[in-house]
């Protein structure tokens, strides 16, 4: 592999010169507002009562996928913006729009599906039998499906109209009061003073009383902005409730099964799984806890590395390495990664400023992935950046299908990512240099199926309870801590001596409101990549066309389906769930006996 230094501050003026003063990207917008006017009046002109030709439902089809293309670019432009310089008050501004285009364009939508349900069901049938429209069958069908699951056309516009100011509004909030929150921490013998992106990672220290000092002082920081976070969590599970209870959907997790195209049989299977193999990792968090010299683990140990000396790899060490690993599994992969980091479509500068997390997202009409992030050199930033390489790739192969079948879910999404992630940390494991390094690594691969069965396991609990309880009225601060306590005592089986009471206003993804309960996908994610990759390992050489056979399909199924097809397994039996966590069950034991 070719060896160059690479840069780890974007390029992102390619798309649209100037950032939140680009005049061409509010020309663009302004172009959006007009297409969307020109989609609404041909759904209007659409008449399904007397169409015969499957070509008008594709006419459709390709405007809608037009349009949406074009607010996608716009969109994903903003969502950088924003993130790279919390400070961007006109990037803001930009986010507000955005939030009002949407809602057009959902009503715009909305007033098609409704259109869908008039046509007879055995016309309906029969239409999607013409080639012209058979590869759209599945999400067409979804469009139907989802127009008789809600209210009427006028409800449910109206609800895309308050939701600007009384929902997604919220969330706006949330990411304001966040860019204001400074963590102030005293090292070196003086105070300095760090976005939380940068304060988190310090929580990575092998010093416990740094870790220590940092976890309190982020948690003041969170514990003084407490009463903004519980206003927008508990207004925005109250908007989700209300439409909810309005449509007549009596269970909270009804929108986000349907969304992520998943049975609760799934759902339940893979946590049954999970729970009857958690004592192998509490048996890990013990004697972790026994290594590090302390009785019990505290929620600021749990990442912490066991050398006193914590390898830091500059950012092009990190991403030749990435690129090497990938090339053993897909040279396809490793080529597309290797040309995001030449055109700088990565994000990844450790400076002030930024929003904290990291993130991937396409620009449909440019055809490029950018990914946000901060490195600062931790195997977890390695690990961070070849996950977002891996949500980059997925959308890659699909470039070139409709863009009414890439609209693939979120936990399929994070099967891509983890699948990326899992290969590094194999490699890492696999190409450590003594026993020591060898422990040290498979701590670090271990670490990611405690986060996905225990921490992920907190939060889709917490939430499932808050929801229960915010049925009966607004939930006090002091409740939400203790909600969350309870959540990760339950799923760290109380193998932990201090938790985190304010993780619910300190986790950004609590207040999205794009995806409901975003925590399950992300555990899909990582044990159905297991499976894929156990998968990759029997075919070998021959496994590269099959897994981007499946990414292009995961727009277009259902996961059972998706699974049915090209894994041949049944998603809904504890079986495949029980053989990907034996994986990880082995990566303990290994652990342990080292």
Known sequence: MQRITYNPAWDIDVIFPGGSDSTELHTYMSDIKKDLQALANAVEKFDPVQINRSEEIKKMAD???????????????????????????????????????RAEMEAVKTHFEQKLTVIHDEKWDELLTDPEIQDLAFVLNEYRHNANEKLSEDE???????SVDGYHAWSQMYDTVTAKISVEIEEDGGTNYYSVGQASNKLGDPDRSVR??????????????????????????????????????KHVLKEPLAINRMQQETLDAMWGAINRNKHHFTAFLEKKAELLGLNKLSMYDIGAPLSETVKK???????????EQFSKFSPKMADFAQMAFEKQWIEAEDRPGKRPGGF?????????????MTYSGTSSNIATLAHELGHAYHQ?????????????????????????????????????????EKKELLETKIQRSIAFFMNIQARFNFERRFYEERKQGMVPVERLNELMIDAQKDAYGDALEEYDPTFWASKLHFHITGVPFYNFPYTFGYLFSLGIYAHAQELGGNFEDDYIALLRDTGRMTVEDLAAKHLNVDLTKPDFWESAISLCVNDVNEFLKL
Not at 216 to 231: I, M, P, S, T
Not at 360 to 372: D, G, N, V
């Open 396 to 436: 890659h192969v699909m470039n070139d299908i409709h863009g009414l079948n890439q609209s693939y879910a979120m936990n399929v999404a994070e099967t891509a990512s983890t699948f990326a992630e899992m290969i590094v940390a194999d490699a890492s494991v696999k190409n450590a240099r003594n026993t020591k």
């Open 313 to 323: 790899t500059p950012y092009t060490d990190g991403a030749n390495f990435i690129v």
């Open 63 to 101: 405007l809608l996928e037009d349009t949406q293309n074009k607010m996608g670019e716009a969109f994903a432009f903003i969502s950088y913006i924003n993130a790279q310089d919390v400070h961007d008050k006109k990037a803001s501004l930009l986010v507000g729009k955005r939030s009002e285009l």
């Open 156 to 162: 449910e516009k109206l609800i895309n109209d308050l």
């Open 212 to 249: 220590k000092h940092v976890f309190k002082h982020l948690g003041k920081a969170w514990e003084e902005n407490a009463d903004f976070f519980g206003q927008t969590l508990n207004h925005l599970a109250g908007f989700r409730l209300q439409t909810y209870k309005h449509r007549n959907w």
């Open 360 to 372: 991937c997202t396409s620009f449909p009409e440019s055809k490029q992935t950018r990914i946000f």
